[in-house]
């Protein structure tokens, strides 16, 4: 699955279409991507569990079940606010818009990444995830 056309698509619809997709796509990837321009979700996770009481929120979209929601100060928390600034200023929105438009977005990404269990088999399970998180502590 192409998560970054995914979360392309889920922020134009939440930013009624003010913002080019290329804009999104490029600032998207800046801000959740890894070295090979895709979103690094595992790396993502391993922010959640380094901020501790989100984890429980990670989880919920990791598993097929439903998905917790997040709000945009925590969003914030997690990715950092100057990131978010960046990201803000890429597309030329506010950056409590953008902390807004990824707290609706991110967990959908992150539960279409790890559908069926695929994220959580790439970082070796669900133990060795929460193994791989209690060492940031």
Do not use: H, R
């Amino acid at each position: 699955m192409d998560l970054i056309k995914l979360g392309t698509d889920l922020l134009m619809e939440k930013l009624g279409g003010s913002v080019d997709s290329n804009s999104i796509s490029t600032a998207l990837s800046g801000l959740l991507g890894g070295s090979d321009g895709n979103i690094n979700l595992s790396g993502l996770i391993s922010q959640f569990a380094q901020s501790g009481d989100l984890m429980g929120l990670a989880n919920s979209w990791l598993g097929d079940g439903k998905n917790q929601s997040i709000s945009a100060d925590q969003i914030m928390s997690v990715l950092g606010s100057d990131k978010i600034g960046n990201f803000a200023a890429q597309l030329g929105i506010s950056q409590s818009d953008a902390a807004d438009s990824l707290a609706d977005t991110l967990p959908q990404m992150i539960d279409a990444g790890s559908s069926g269990g695929s994220l959580l088999d790439m970082a070796g399970g669900a133990g060795d995830l929460l193994g791989m998180a209690k060492k940031f502590f």
